[in-house]
């Protein structure tokens, strides 16, 4: 178990050594970088409990700060997604106040809202966004001469932004912050009663999971080379839900199973190109009905029976 | 004599014109056990949840050590050095023990998010008391076998006892249980007790919910009893418990007849 992890790092380091298919390093690009926007929404909703579907707002939003900063402003790619993450920091900051102050359903519903203003904006705030036709064309990132162009190369790119932002969640996580937003999110008046103040937890969490789907946004914008208002697409934020409650919300390392999962299934399934997503379909369903707290909830369900059955 | 720790004067509450606590005054003396007693409805749990911050009084006072509570959120009062237990028994049921009473809030005040994300050495300092001070508790309430086991598997009675150990993790003045033995096993009342006064003689002072006449003859130096929202009565407990008045609330007119 222990060496888990550095040997799968250096597989996906060697990827593109292993596969000379590129349109198998473009599903791994992409796969990595919805796993981290689900890794941050499972901080959002499996840590501090709320039902964000800001989160694909925030993903196009930081595509298109990165798309802009490049072709309108003659920035980088790399000063793009810095600010792609600057911009989704003081807009969550903004909008998360007053939303946090909203419950359960509420919350659910003014998130949703506020995905729909950003899809609408981008498309019809056509003096910045470009409307419809979107801004095409986006050129590969570079660093020290070096061209990060076609998928095999831009993986190192996604595959490095990736660990640094799974880095960071992962800390996060694990930190007595962590500790705290899983116990607001169990019993709220309880943790008020032991002097914790649920508001600026939740907001943390709001705002780090925006700045860290932003970013990944930005990257993916320069992965697909153009951004339209279809970065808004349900499917992006579907994608990110099924991960977190596969996974099983809370659980970092159940998430980013899922996330691996998530990109690896539909693409075996090609085999019958017909029903592959009548299979993909049937998958999911099934998984729920077994483990309606994802693959982590289900393995802590039966440690939590064993127990039990020991302590009788 | 020592002056109250928690002072209660003149406390108002309605809900939608029902008056649930109605003038409500009285005092919990500075390291003592105060029993409040009450029939059903007579607006306990309000007064508490008002004392604590959970609901905002219409009227009133709430002095700890002399400061008005008046305004303040419940973590505030938490951190002020008043804390409470819950009538519905709550516990973070997906946590450990360890982990239940590590949540608490003031051990690690002044530590900061920066030294927490980072496990500055501020917060391994604070950690390690932390954790020594929760041990400590697990242990005073004889839960110490179970240290690692996730709460949810705790019966409803150990679940109590966790609560208050949780309540007693940041050293408070004062410690409002609400029903600590109600649903308890019988044969099990008399250890609540004892941990009461263990934890008492450390001079944390606790004011007392509980309908088990018993368990608060047995505890409390003081009782109050409260009848529709204000104090009917007050005194030593085996006064209070032939006081007519008291007696009436309780059983009504002709049982005293």
């Known amino acids: 178990m222990r060496l888990a992890l550095p040997v799968a790092l250096v597989l996906l380091v060697a990827l593109p050594w292993l596969t000379a298919s590129t349109y198998i390093m473009g599903i791994a690009v992409s796969g990595v970088l919805m796993t981290v926007a689900a890794a941050a929404l499972n901080l959002v909703y499996g840590f501090a409990g709320l039902l964000s579907f800001a989160a694909i707002g925030f993903w196009g939003v930081g595509a298109y700060c990165a798309a802009i900063t490049v072709m309108d402003w003659g920035g980088s790619f790399w000063s793009g997604v810095a600010l792609a993450g600057l911009v989704n920091g003081v807009l969550a900051l903004a909008i998360g106040v007053p939303m946090l102050r909203t419950r359960r359903h509420a919350f659910v519903v003014v998130s949703i809202t506020f995905a729909l203003l950003c899809a609408l904006v981008s498309r019809d705030w056509t003096a910045v966004t470009r409307g419809p036709m979107g801004i095409p064309g986006l050129p590969a990132p570079s660093a020290f001469g070096y061209v990060f162009a076609g998928s095999a190369r831009f993986w190192f790119v996604a595959l490095g932004f990736s660990v640094l932002a799974l880095a960071l969640l992962h800390a996060l996580g694990t930190s007595r912050i962590g500790l705290v937003l899983k116990a607001i999110k169990q019993n709220e008046p309880l943790a008020q009663s032991q002097g914790i103040s649920p508001l600026p937890y939740k907001l943390l969490a709001f705002v780090v999971g925006a700045v860290v789907t932003g970013m990944a946004g930005g990257v993916m914008a320069f992965h697909l080379g153009v951004v339209d208002p279809l970065i808004f697409d349900f499917y992006y934020m579907q994608t990110f839900l099924i991960i977190v409650i596969i996974g099983g919300a809370g659980s970092f390392w159940g998430v980013l199973a899922a996330g691996l999962a998530m990109v690896v299934l539909p693409e075996a399934l090609r085999a019958s190109n017909d029903l592959r997503m009548v299979i993909y379909g049937g998958v999911l369903v099934v998984a729920m009905l077994a483990m309606p707290r994802g693959v982590a909830g289900w393995l802590e369900d039966r440690r939590v029976a064993v127990l039990r059955a020991k302590l009788r | ?257």
């Not at chain 2, 029939?39 to 004392?51: E, F, L, Q, R, Y």
């Not at chain 2, 609560?163 to 050293?171: E, L, P, T």
């Not at chain 2, 008492?200 to 409390?220: D, K, M, Q, S, Y």
């Not at chain 2, 407990?237 to 007849?257: C, I, N, S, T, W």
């Open chain 2, 1 to 257: 004599m020592s002056g109250p720790v928690l002072e209660v004067r003149g406390l108002r509450k309605s809900f939608a014109g029902v008056r649930a606590v109605d003038g409500a005054a009285f005092s919990v003396r500075a390291g003592s056990i105060t029993g409040l007693i009450g029939p059903n409805g007579s607006g306990k749990s309000t007064a508490v949840d008002c004392i604590s911050g959970f609901q905002r009084a219409d009227a009133g006072q709430v002095l700890l050590d002399g400061a008005d509570l008046r305004g303040l959120t419940p973590q505030r009062i938490a951190r002020r050095g008043l804390t409470r237990t819950f009538q519905d028994v709550r516990v973070y049921e997906g946590y450990d023990l360890l982990q239940n009473l590590l949540v608490v809030a003031q051990p690690f005040v002044g530590v900061g998010w920066g030294g927490e994300l980072l496990r500055s050495a501020g917060y391994r300092r604070a950690r390690v008391a932390a954790e020594a001070r929760a041990r400590e508790l697990i242990e005073l309430v004889g839960l110490t076998r179970l240290v690692e086991a996730p709460a949810a598997v705790l019966s409803y009675g150990q679940k109590k006892l966790l609560a208050f150990a949780g309540a007693m993790m940041s050293a408070p003045r004062l410690v409002v249980l609400d029903e600590p033995v109600a649903g308890v096993n019988p044969t099990r009342i008399n250890e609540v007790a004892e941990i009461v006064r263990r934890a008492n003689a450390g001079g944390t002072a606790f004011l007392i919910i509980e309908h088990n006449v018993e368990f608060i003859t047995g505890l409390c130096e003081h009782v109050v009893v409260l009848d529709r929202g204000a104090k009917l009565a007050e005194g030593p407990p085996h006064q209070v418990h032939q006081d007519p008045r008291v007696l009436e609330a309780y059983l009504g007119v002709e049982a005293v007849a």
